[in-house]
């Protein structure tokens, strides 16, 4: 079993144990997918890579667009469909499929959210979401940065490279869960003193104002993810510049936003 194959199979585990339904807001949905609206997806046809248990794309259905496909490498596909048969949006499909080697005819718009940078090859899941793009279509996508995440590579990865190797309950329920609790705390109370000067100079300052409107249950979700990854890299600014330079980019369509202070949002439009 190669990197992504053990990548894949570890989020599995994730997704097939939440419960039935979209773990995300549709603050969220909408926050991350942003530039991008319901104007540029209703009626389009539309792709995601690495489509977990479809929680982005049951959001998507309300966009009302033609067609929708989501890839995913791992088992969750089973609990992506089980999720997108809950839905009355019908013409969609789920492909088991490796993103990196995933190959169609292209579609009006192709995003990828929180994939590339567990993958063992970032640069050739990019190329996929370009490459899964029709002339005069949009893509998008988000990673983590290596800016303004030195806490989380410092702390949290060291311990990622231990937890990523053990059974997936031990990680959640006896790992993810109490370290998860000192950072929910943390958070709420950032919120609450978020107006007082020095607060706004602590640690992922913006990303835990973010993250304190969410109940509990999605701190342990996200320090799990953390935790469970065996492969994660945090893309620095330079190394998504380099690739929006790519000849198949329509020059000037392309953005690149810091999100949250610790992590980019970047797409464009296709030539």
């Known amino acids: ?47 995601e890579l690495g489509c977990g248990n479809a ?3 049951m959001h998507l259905t309300e ?11 791992g088992r969750s596909v089973e609990a ?26 292209g579609f009006d718009v192709v995003y990828c959210i929180g ?13 996929s979401v370009l490459a899964n793009t029709k002339s005069g279509g949009r893509f998008h996508c988000w990673v983590y940065a290596r800016e303004g995440n030195a806490v989380v590579i ?6 990622r490279k231990i937890t990523a190797r053990l059974p ?23 919120r609450g003193i978020q107006n007082v000067a020095w607060a706004r100079k602590a640690p992922l300052f913006l990303y835990s104002l973010w993250i304190a409107e969410r109940p509990f249950s999605f701190f342990r979700h996200v320090a799990f993810d953390q935790l469970v990854a065996p492969r994660t890299r945090y893309l620095e600014r330079s190394t998504i510049e380099s690739w929006l330079r790519d000849i198949r980019v329509l020059p000037g369509s392309s953005y690149l936003a810091l999100r949250n202070g610790n992590s980019w949002k970047f797409g464009g439009i296709i030539r």
């Open 80 to 105: 992506a469909r089980n999720n997108m048969a809950q839905t009355a949006y019908k013409n969609y499909s789920i492909v088991q499929a490796d993103l990196t080697t995933f190959r169609s005819d």
């Open 115 to 127: 994939v590339l940078h567990h993958l063992e090859n970032p640069a050739k899941g990019f190329d």
């Open 63 to 73: 966009w009302q667009p033609s067609q929708l496909t989501g890839v995913e490498l």
């Open 1 to 47: 079993m190669n990197d992504d194959k053990r990548t894949a199979a570890a989020f599995a585990n994730s997704w097939t144990h939440l419960p039935q339904g979209s773990v995300y807001t549709r603050e969220q949905f909408e926050e991350w997918l942003a530039p991008l609206t319901r104007q540029d997806v209703a009626g389009k046809t539309v792709l």
């Open 55 to 57: 929680s982005l794309l």
């Open 154 to 159: 410092g702390v949290v990865d060291p311990i």
């Open 168 to 190: 997936w309950w031990i990680t959640k329920y006896l790992i993810a869960t109490p370290l998860a609790l000192p950072y929910f705390v943390y958070a709420k109370l950032l």
